[in-house]
């Protein structure tokens, strides 16, 4: 496996693996690697010819209360374990190559980054949106891979690929969970056990909704309030949002019909989680 610092580095890399005729799979992450992630690469390697694999707690998509500081790191673990699963190239850019002094060049998508988490984290999605389009403009994938888990990034994602015409197809895989149904998530390192155990609620009350509405259920605003009374229900729980939308707008709907994505947003602790079901009524 290739470790890759430099934005010319990687560019000349990707250059060459184009000239050799070699598909390019490219697969964005924060690090502190897990199944979740495993699963995206997998993905990668079963589509393309070469994977890369970005490491990069990228500043501009934290706010300035957000965890950007402590969010866990581990290159090292990282490193053997992406060796491990058969991974071409990680590229592990710093902060000053990303945004060289000088830097100023956002990119927003109206109408789509203000609503779920972007309403609780201002700016987020704007930071998200500049540092994918970065990478793509420096690997050049063909395919590019994201988690289900982000819905509303994943959403974002494909507009910017869309409306800027780039010709890296966005790939959107399964949302992965532990056993016991707790989204998978760097961030879930810092639970405490009594923190762990309460943050089941979240996937508890998402299967609930899909049984309800499987039952028969119709109502958006009655799932959507029974999902908060749950997570209230649970002393440890502090609800953002809880939303049952249009996965193509993101648009709150009233009724469950068709394509509908129940999203939801909490913290336990300082901990911010979040889940979401994708139903098709
Ligand atoms: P992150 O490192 O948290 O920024 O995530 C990097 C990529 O992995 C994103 O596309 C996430 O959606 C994806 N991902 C994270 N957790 C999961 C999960 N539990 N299941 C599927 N994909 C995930």
Request: proline share 5%; glycine share 6%.
């Amino acid at each position: 496996m290739k470790l890759v610092t430099s934005v010319a580095g990687m560019k000349a890399l990707a250059r060459q693996w184009r000239k050799d005729g070699r598909r390019i799979g490219l697969v964005p992450t924060m690090g502190y690697l897990h199944q979740g992630h495993l699963s995206l690469i997998r993905e990668s390697r079963r589509r393309t010819d070469v994977t890369v694999v970005s490491i990069f707690v990228n500043p501009t998509q934290f706010g300035p209360n957000e965890d950007f500081k402590k969010y866990p790191r581990d290159l090292k673990k990282d490193s053997a374990y992406l060796r491990k699963a058969g991974v071409d190239c990680l590229f592990h850019p710093d902060a000053a190559e990303v945004y060289p002094p000088g830097y100023r060049t956002y990119v927003q998508v109206e109408g789509l980054e203000d609503r779920l988490c972007g309403r609780s984290r201002p700016g987020h999605f704007r930071g998200v949106a500049t540092v994918v389009l970065k990478l793509f403009d420096v690997v050049g994938p063909d395919l590019a891979f994201f988690g289900a888990k982000d819905a509303q990034q994943v959403l974002i994602i494909r507009r910017v690929a869309e409306d800027l015409n780039l010709d890296t197809e966005v790939v959107t895989c399964p949302l992965v969970r532990e056993a016991d149904g707790l989204a998978l998530s760097s961030r879930n390192s810092y639970l405490s056990a009594e923190e762990r155990k309460a943050a089941l609620v979240l996937s508890r009350s998402l299967r609930w909704a899909e049984r309800a509405v499987a039952a028969g259920e119709r109502d958006a605003a009655k799932v959507v309030a029974s999902i908060r009374a749950m997570i209230e229900a649970e002393p440890l729980a502090r609800v953002d949002y809880v939303e049952a939308v249009d996965p193509g707008t993101l648009e709150p709907v009233a009724e469950l019909h068709s394509d509908v994505l129940i999203a939801l947003a909490a913290y336990f602790g300082k901990t911010r989680l979040i889940d979401n079901i994708s139903l098709n009524v």
